[in-house]
Every structure is written in structure tokens, then in C-alpha cells.
């Protein structure tokens, strides 16, 4: 069975440019969850998607952070404008449901000069 | 609010000794528990998870976790160590009724010398 997918792998922007990462979930995982791992600490969830409808998402910073999963398949979480301390490891995950357990995309690496 | 601790951040032993990586959390409920591992640029992986019964939980490569309610911990353990094991690993606690709410620890990072 394939697993999470996610592209790009790494991104490098400058500050104020917006930049967007894709994720494609275990076939048949009704859940997709968006966190964000900062170098040292442990993934804070952004995100959280049951279908394509949107379950939580307290933990998003809104003013800059947006996310779809119009299809209720892959789902693309964009920054917009980037600032310094948005780099880190965005991870996507997914389960079949909102209790059963997560697996982990491969993450992108983004570092905001 | 539920948390979940790592006390150590690294972990040293020697190839073929006993490992044990230490978590403790604090929720008000009963708690889902998670050990997941992270390799060198790739995702988090899923080792074992506690939901009820047994308190010693079996799970991939070999580790196993316990959960002591009186304790409030889930240590992760494994009998013998191997190099390839050196990784970075992560703790993780659910509410049972709340599954919006993961919350990770820091993490602690293994390395296991030959």
C-alpha cells in the first residue's frame, strides 16, 4: 500500500513570498491532518480534515495559513506572505477515521530567508 | 489541558544493551498513547499505541511500551538495542473522546553505539 505523499520535499522563499504544499493521503483515509514540526519540538497539529470538510482548525495561524481538500482527497496548505518563523517541516498525515491511528507523510522542509 | 513529556532529550546505550525511552503525560480522561519514530528526513513512523487492556503493548521492530496508570507513564522499551535504531522518537497522547486533539512531546533523541 502506497503511503502519504507530499511535494515539495524542500522550498526555500524569502520572507513576504507565499509559498503552497501538496498532500496526497493513504487511498481510502478519510482524514488528512496538516502539522507543523519547528526544529527541536514535537508536530503541532495546523489542521485537521474529516472528508473535505474541515473538523479543526484552532491551531491555525489564519491571517497568513490557508487550506483545502476540496475533492476530499489531496488537500494543498499555502502560506501567504511567509514570514521568518514559518520554517519548519510541514507534515501531512491521515487515518481512516478521526480516532483510528495516523501515518505520516515524508514532510516538506521550508526555510524562509 | 493534556501534555506529554519527554524528560530526556538523548538517550545514549551500547549495541545488544536494554533501551528505554521515557514519556509521561497528563490528561483529565482516559488516554490513547502513541510511540512514533523519525528517521533522517522522513516522516514520522508508527511504532505501537495504547487505547486499553493489556497494560504492555507490543508493536514494529522489536519495541514494546508500558502503560502505568498510577504512574501516568508509557515508556518505551526494547530488550536489545541495535544501531539502526538510533533515531529521533516522539510520545503522543489522545483524548478518547476528543480525536481532534494529538498532542506530541518534544522528543528524545536515541543513539546507540557499537
Known amino acids: 500500500e502506497a503511503g502519504v505523499a507530499q511535494s515539495p520535499r524542500y522550498k526555500i522563499i524569502e520572507k513576504r513570498q507565499s509559498v503552497a504544499f501538496w498532500c496526497n493521503p493513504i487511498?481510502?483515509?478519510?482524514?488528512l491532518y496538516w502539522y507543523q514540526q519547528i526544529l527541536g519540538q514535537g508536530p503541532k497539529l495546523l489542521i485537521q480534515?474529516?472528508?473535505?470538510?474541515?473538523?479543526?482548525d484552532s491551531q491555525l495561524p489564519k491571517d497568513r495559513f490557508s487550506a483545502e481538500r476540496l475533492k476530499g482527497v489531496d488537500s494543498t496548505l499555502k502560506i501567504q506572505p511567509a514570514k521568518l518563523e514559518d520554517s519548519a517541516v510541514y507534515l501531512c498525515?491521515?487515518?481512516?477515521?478521526?480516532?483510528?491511528?495516523?501515518?505520516f507523510g515524508p514532510g516538506t522542509r521550508l526555510t524562509v530567508l | 489541558a493534556q501534555s506529554v513529556a519527554q524528560p530526556e532529550d538523548q538517550v545514549n546505550v551500547a549495541e545488544g544493551n536494554p533501551l528505554t525511552v521515557k514519556c509521561t503525560y497528563s490528561?483529565?480522561?482516559?488516554?490513547?498513547l502513541f510511540w512514533y519514530v523519525q528517521y533522517p528526513n522522513r516522516g514520522l513512523q508508527f511504532l505501537l499505541k495504547?487505547?486499553?487492556?493489556?497494560?504492555l503493548v507490543k508493536g514494529s521492530y522489536g519495541f514494546e511500551a508500558e502503560f502505568n496508570k498510577s504512574q501516568t507513564s508509557f515508556h518505551l522499551k526494547k530488550p536489545s538495542a541495535l544501531v539502526s535504531d538510533s533515531a529521533l522518537y516522539f510520545c503522543?497522547?489522545?483524548?478518547?473522546?476528543?480525536?481532534?486533539?494529538?498532542?506530541f512531546g518534544a522528543g528524545t533523541r536515541l543513539t546507540v553505539k557499537p
Open positions: 490528561v483529565s480522561g482516559n488516554p490513547y
Open positions: 480534515f474529516q472528508n473535505n470538510g474541515v473538523v479543526d
Open positions: 498525515a491521515s487515518s481512516l477515521g478521526g480516532e483510528d491511528t495516523q501515518y
Open positions: 487511498s481510502g483515509h478519510a482524514t
Open positions: 503522543a497522547v489522545r483524548l478518547s473522546y476528543n480525536n481532534n486533539d494529538m498532542r
Open positions: 495504547y487505547i486499553t487492556g493489556d497494560n
